[in-house]
Each structure stands twice: as C-alpha cells, then as structure tokens.
C-alpha cells in the first residue's frame, strides 16, 4: 500500500504509515535476521505456521528468526511461506502475518532506504591507494594508507583515523569496511548511529584487518565487526600497554556492540565497559593473552598480575554472549561493581578456560540485580589453579541470581561454583564437573554463602560429577557466621537443606559432551566446545544446526592457534564431520609472562570455530 511500512509496535508487527520512526528501521543481517532496536522479527510459533503473527523477541538466532529476500519482492520464512498483511488491508495497524507465498501484492515489500548493511552494489571502478577489484560492497572504506582527504571510495579510502571522527558523509546505518593491513596506532571513535541504524565498523570479508593499539569508543549505536585488535607495546608487560578496547558512552548513549572480534596480547582489560547504556554486547569474540603486570601503581601491589578478558561495569541489560576467552592474566569473563551499579548481566553461550585466577567473576560492592548466567561453559586444566564461576561479594548482599543450563568442567584447586550473599539463587538444570581434589578456601567444591537477606534459593535438576575431590564438596556459609559454615556430602546437601531433590551426584568421569552454538550474527559460523572426558584421538561433531548449508565451502579452527593451519576444511556433505583432538599448537601470548603456561589444553577438552571458507 502507499505510503504504508513495516512496523514493530509493543513487539508486534503491523502496518503503519511511513513515519521514519525507528520502530520501521531494521538492519538486515548476514544470517537472515532482520534486527529492529534490540530484538529480532520472528514468527510466533517456531514452525511457522499459516496465520502465525509476526512478532520481535529477544534474538536467538533460530530458523523462525531467519528470513530471506525474493526477487519478487517477498520476505520468506520458516518452511517457505511469506510476510503477508493480513486480509490485504490498508489501514493502520492491519496485522502482518505469516501465510503460504502467493504472489498477491500484499506479500510485496519494497526497502524505502538501504544504506551500507553488508549488502553487494556495483564495482567501483577508480584507479590509486586500494585495489578497487575485490571491495564491491556498499559502504565507505578505510585502508592503511588511506587519507583523511579521501572520500571514502574503494578508490580514495580514508584513514582509520578520519573514518572514525565521523565524516560528514557517513549517516546512521552506513557500514564502514576495514580493509587488508595493519593499522597501527590509538584510535578514538566519535561515530553516532542511531536504535535500529547502527554505523558498523567491520572487516571486509577475506581481509586480516589488524589494530595494533586500542580503540576508546565514546559514540552511541556502532557496531564493531570481525577485525583483530592487538598491541604489539604488549612485548613489554610491564610498562602498562593500553587495553584492546574501552567503551566510554554516557548513560542512554546505548547500541554499542563488539561482534565475532578476535582481541589478543593487550593491555588490560582485552574489553572495558563502563556504564554504556541499553543494547551493550560483547558477542562471538575470541580474547586472550591479556595483561600486564603492575608497576608502580597505587591500587595493585609492584608486579601483581592485572589482566581480565572482559571487565564490564552498567546499570542496564548487558549482554556478553558465545564469547571464547582463555589464557588471560588474572579473569576471564568479569561483570564487577565497584562503588557503582552492576546491574542486567545476561552471559550466555560463553566459553572461558584456563584464566589464571577467575573464569567467571561476578562481584564488587555495588548492587547487583538481574545476574544471568545461561549455557556457558568452562574448564581448567588439571594442576592448574584457576577458579571456577564466582558470583557475589563477601561483604554485601545482592539481590538476584540465576544460573541455568551451563556446563562447569573444572575449577581445580580452587573450586567449581561459588555463590555469595545473593538473596535469590536459581541452579538450576546444570552439570558440574570437579576435578582434583577441587575446593574453594571457604570449603569445598559447590560452596552457598547465605544472605543477610534471606530469599527464594533453588537448586534443582542438576548433575554434579565430583572426581577424586575432598569428602563433602558442598558448603553452606552461614548468613552471620563470618566466612564459617558446614560441609555436606551430596546426600546431607539434599536432606538438610532441601536442595537438589531432583538432581544427580557421581564420582564417574562424564560421557562426552559436545556443544555447537551457531553464530547469530553470520550464517554458517558456529562455536563448537568440546569436553572429550572419553579421551579420544577425534570427536563426532553434527553441523546439521550449525546454519552450514550443504555444498559451502568451511574451515574448521582451532581457537586456541586461530591463526594457524585449520583442523578441518573441506565441502559440506551434510551431517557430522570428525575434529581431532589432542592439538598441542597455540597462539603465542608474547612477552615475558612467568605465571600463564602457555600450552594447549589436554585431549579431554577442545574449543573451535566453524566458518565458511574465505570469510
């Protein structure tokens, strides 16, 4: 109809006059996902169904999320069918629905504006500084020799520098590619794209683009795609090199996203950030080899290790999601308070392995409510000493946490779970694997700090696998009593307290387990976490919900030697595929670091990622 859009109201779709508002912006995505604001078009029922409605939910990535463009001008779904306004009405706020494709024109949608979203135009055709052959998307371009009197042109491009600031010509939704080369130096971004239009900062496909310094982002609403960050000061650990990125956004600047980045050897922290606003995530990014070791620095004692993959601080929803973070100088993953609030952590699909002090740190002495924990996995290496996942704080109560569906494979001599002082725990439907004599100093290997406060607590439909740990690996800390509290066998835990009614307890080594979490951001890209307790020389792995389509070309990496040789590469017959195990390659972690072993982690344990070939 004339002059009618696509509209998400109250999380519906319908049909509205054409207003520009942002409830009618969408970012289309590599995947198929069509994005508006911070939730993704979906039809209601996940099969599709005639007569569905459309809808915007929380995005997962799954099929009902994925659409595709027709030359006819449809929007086909799940199964086949069409975006279809209901009854062909014109009026406003008609239902969009999902209905077997017709042809009619009321399955007919055509972009108003299309500005750079990673979409294909015609090659440029200029002469000078870059190669124009290859770089045929929409969008400016950068280079390393790139000018600030450039215009952005495959032919002209700018520098890094310039691109950042903001040129006159970049507008909200625009897509600023990142081409071949090493941009060294520090960069501060000014860019301001807007909810449901972000300005997107990615790496061209095919290209290694590689920031060797760090990047301060003080702009609202961009997104940060696919480029290296590294800093080659790191070869000094002691000097305080600069962190890989910090985000600086006022409160309600919002929409800033790290996404599928790869972050190694910098400074502290590999991310920062600090009070960002809504729509804040961390996704699909590798980060290791972070730290430096403090010298001459009033809060840190002369040469303590200082290093967290990621260190996050909001008062709002962040979302840290199927990041894969090892091998840092002190936390992985760290959502912490510190004299402020730290409020709507989501971490979810996240694996963080062998950091040398914390995988998980949620803590500090600001409040805390809303601290999600959802299928994530870790490990530590045995003989390491890493802690598990720590949420909470000795000397103050939190509000709410909730800790469903994750895989804890390790935790060593220090311990598997420990939950501090929240008024409302949820454990529920996890596997808990300790091994070596793993406890916590407060006790043993699944230690529950009480409240001052006293809440709902649940445990329920857990599996804990305890291997050659200390009698009684549970723990209660008593709510007044100082640190001090009582240890509990499996069976005293549930008797007792109450706990784990529906939940199992072994001293067995697990059947193997293997995860595959596709990429919501590119189709055919997946995380594929291993734990091979069964220690064999490969493992079976079914790409068939990866979002690999048959006959595309993939790689298969090794994310712990991500820039070396892949482990399997080869063309998509459908199915499984074998990924060996037992690698011993690894990304060096440069410097003179003295307390990371840098070596590969054992057989029983592999993290990789899946990626279409020449992406």
């Given amino acids: 109809a004339a002059n009618k859009c696509l509209t998400v109201l109250s999380g519906v779709a319908v049909l509205a006059t054409c207003s520009g508002a942002a409830a009618q912006e969408f970012v289309r995505m590599d995947s198929g996902v069509l994005m508006s604001a911070n939730a993704c078009l979906q039809t209601e029922n996940p099969s599709g169904l005639n007569g569905d409605r459309v809808v915007a939910r929380t995005c997962t990535g799954a099929p009902n999320q994925k659409w595709a463009f027709t030359d006819l001008g449809e929007i086909t779904g799940v199964g086949g069918r069409c975006v279809d306004i209901d009854g062909g009405l014109t009026r406003d706020g008609t239902a969009i629905i999902f209905w077997t494709c017709h042809g009619a024109t009321n399955q007919k949608w055509t972009p108003v504006t299309e500005r750079g979203v990673a979409e294909p135009s015609t090659p440029e055709t200029g002469s000078g500084g870059t190669s124009t052959a290859k770089y045929t998307r929409r969008g400016f371009y950068v280079s390393p020799g790139g000018s600030s009197t450039g215009d952005g042109s495959a032919s002209r491009p700018w520098d890094l520098r310039t691109a950042l600031g903001h040129p006159s010509g970049v507008q909200a939704g625009d897509t600023i590619w990142l081409t071949e080369g090493r941009y060294v130096g520090d960069f501060t971004s000014r860019l301001a794209g807007s909810s449901g239009r972000p300005i997107v900062v990615r790496r061209y496909p095919g290209d290694r683009a590689t920031i060797d310094g760090t990047i301060s982002e003080t702009g609202r609403y961009v997104w940060h795609w696919g480029y290296e960050i590294t800093n080659s000061g790191s070869i000094n650990r002691h000097a305080a090199p600069p962190g890989g990125m910090n985000w600086y956004g006022n409160h ?60 996050a601080q909001n008062d709002v929803t962040t979302v840290l999601g199927d990041n894969i973070v090892f091998r840092n100088f002190t936390m992985g993953l760290k959502p912490y308070t510190r004299s402020r609030t730290g409020n709507g952590f989501q971490l979810s699909g996240n694996t963080v392995f062998d950091n040398a002090s914390f995988q998980i740190l949620g803590s500090g002495d600001g409040d805390m409510r809303g601290f999600k924990l959802f299928g994530n996995m870790t490990y530590v290496t045995p003989g390491l000493s890493g802690y598990g996942v720590w949420a909470g704080f000795e000397a103050s109560d939190k509000y709410d946490v909730e800790i469903s569906g994750n895989y804890f494979g390790g935790g060593n001599a220090h311990g598997n779970l420990k939950i501090l002082r929240f008024s409302n725990v949820t454990v529920q439907d996890n596997t808990f694997v300790a091994q070596s004599g793993g406890k916590f100093s407060g006790g043993g290997s699944f230690v529950w700090w009480e409240a001052g406060a006293a809440g709902n607590v649940r445990f329920e439909r857990n599996s804990y696998y305890s291997l050659n740990t200390v009698d009684g690996p549970f723990v209660r800390l008593l709510r007044d009593g100082g640190g001090k509290g009582d240890r509990y066998t499996f069976q005293n835990w549930r008797s007792t307290l109450g706990f784990d009614g529906s939940s199992s307890y072994s001293t067995n080594r697990p059947s193997n387990t293997v995860f595959v979490r596709p990429n919501q951001y590119e189709s055919g890209r997946a995380n594929i976490t291993v734990y091979n307790w069964e220690n064999r020389g490969s493992v079976s792995v079914d790409l068939s919900g990866s979002g690999l389509q048959r006959g595309e070309a993939f790689e298969i990496r090794d994310a712990q030697d991500y820039f070396g040789a892949p482990v399997v590469s080869g063309i998509y017959q459908g199915g499984a595929v074998s990924i060996p195990m037992g690698g011993s390659s690894v990304s060096p972690i440069v410097g003179s670091v003295t307390h990371i072993p840098n070596v590969h982690t054992p057989t029983e344990f592999g993290v990789f990622v899946l990626m279409k070939a020449g992406s």
């Avoid at 600047?253 to 590999?270: E, F, L, Q, R, S």
């Avoid at 729509?279 to 290790?305: D, F, M, P």
């Fill in 252 to 311: 309600g600047a919002g929409g800033i996203k790290a996404i599928n980045m790869v972050i190694h050897n910098t400074g502290h922290p590999g991310i920062g950030i600090w009070t960002t606003g809504e729509g804040t995530e961390v996704y699909g990014t590798l980060i290791w080899g972070v730290g430096r070791y403090a010298h001459g620095e009033s809060n840190y004692a002369e040469g303590q290790a200082v290093g967290s993959g990621i260190y």
